[in-house]
């Protein structure tokens, strides 16, 4: 068997170390027992990681680069030499404790990067201990992120065995020169079909376009056009600076609850909950350290996140892009933004996605292009852009991302310890300096932010000022008459329904 890897990763293969993605953590923490340490720890991710076959497996690139690199498994494999232990500097605080994960999210600078690497870490204040798995771009490729490697990390009581839960996965083989060489062949013949079925794809919809317009039958859209909350220019922030190798996270948790009693006292979602909070946060931390700008920030989030409660979110690789108002001051205004920005953004998604016109997807042009070519291409483009003073922020760039991760079902146990935390650090991309990830643990939302510190000091602001915004919009919640049932949001009409019934008139 033969599997390569995806056309976004094979490319970041090609880019310089200084400005790939920086590494996914997974983080896991422990209440304090005698049964931990950090032999038993390590004899753990040992035995369970390498279960994922990515995580015993190695890259093999294609001759003369011509083609996406292949996974190969690695004979007699030994995960030894990537698992590691750390220990906090005293006090061992919440600092203390990000400072060592922000590090270990930005990868070794003085030796060759392995796909993952693990760190059992002591020293934590009041005795707890920590599990963090770091990987790289490459193996988030297959669909493996923090929900795989806590699946295989823990058990659901004190004596469960997560080694027994669930069968290694298959292996996914070794190439030899001769596979490498025909499946070579085999992506670009593919290439080529898909090139000429994309020619014939994109004249059968100008034909199509052409022929309705002269006869006048083209179909009416039965969805009306929504009002995307992408128009307008996005102001330039601290969070679309370059990005320099260096990290800084911090870490809140939140009460589920809460968030759920604002949603019924305001109406609308949980997510329009949260990101206000966000929102809030990132007003206050921009009054302090730069300048609120007079339009909203652009921010990606998974459309699952959008419209609906978070036990229901969909697939996290389907994102979008919504505008947060950080220019606004009143919480309660600022819910009500959110509420008809993703109202906007769920009925965007549904236009789109019934829309019968046939296009040109660039991204699917582009796919046909050998990884090292495309890198050459941008880097050419962005070096010739410097010298003439011509290259600017592209216009699809974000000021930050939030996303979410479903952690392990609770009471959760690792090595037989009961588990009171777990976090994931996503990495940074260029243009994207802010990302905040949410893990769901039960009735917790455990929170990460994380940022280049070079750009945005006092990261532990932003965190902090999530939760304390959840704590005046819950006070908002108890004022009259505005937080008395659902009153504010759900009386709101939708975006959707005032222009279906503007054009039906």
Known sequence: MITRLSKTEATRVHVPKSTRPTRSVSLILIEPSDQLSHKRLRQLVASSLPQL???????????????????????DYDPTPQIHSATICAPGGRREFADLIAQLSSGPRDRPQALWEAWSIDGLAGGRWALAVTTSPELTDGGIGAASVWSRLLGSG??????????????????????????????????????????????????????????GTRETDQMPPAVSSMSGPVPDSVFNAPLTERRAVAFASIPLADLKEISHAFGGTVTNVFLAACTLSVRAWLQRYDTVPDGPLLIQMPLGMAGVDPTAFGNPSAVGRIRIPVQLDDPVQVLTNLHTATDRLNTARTRDAEKAVLRIDLARIESLIPPAVVHTAERVYTELGLRLGLRKRPPESCHGSVSYVSGQPVPAYCAGAKVVGMHTVAPLVRDRGLNITLTFRGDIIDLTVCVCPDNVPAVDEIATGIAESIDILAAAAQESPRGQGRSVVTQLTSHAAKQYRARRR
Not at 64 to 69: T, V
Not at 179 to 205: F, I
């Open 158 to 215: 004190p004596y469960d065995d997560p080694t027994s839960n669930q069968p290694p996965e298959p292996s996914l083989g070794a190439p030899r020169l001769g596979e490498l060489v025909t499946d070579t062949m085999t992506e670009l013949l593919e290439n080529y079909l898909k090139g000429l079925w994309l020619v014939a794809e994109a004249a059968s919809g100008v034909v199509r376009t052409a022929r309705d317009k002269l006869s």
């Open 53 to 75: 076959a990515r995580f015993r497996s190695r890259l093999v690139g294609k001759p003369l680069g011509m083609g996406k690199p292949l996974w190969a498994q690695i004979g």
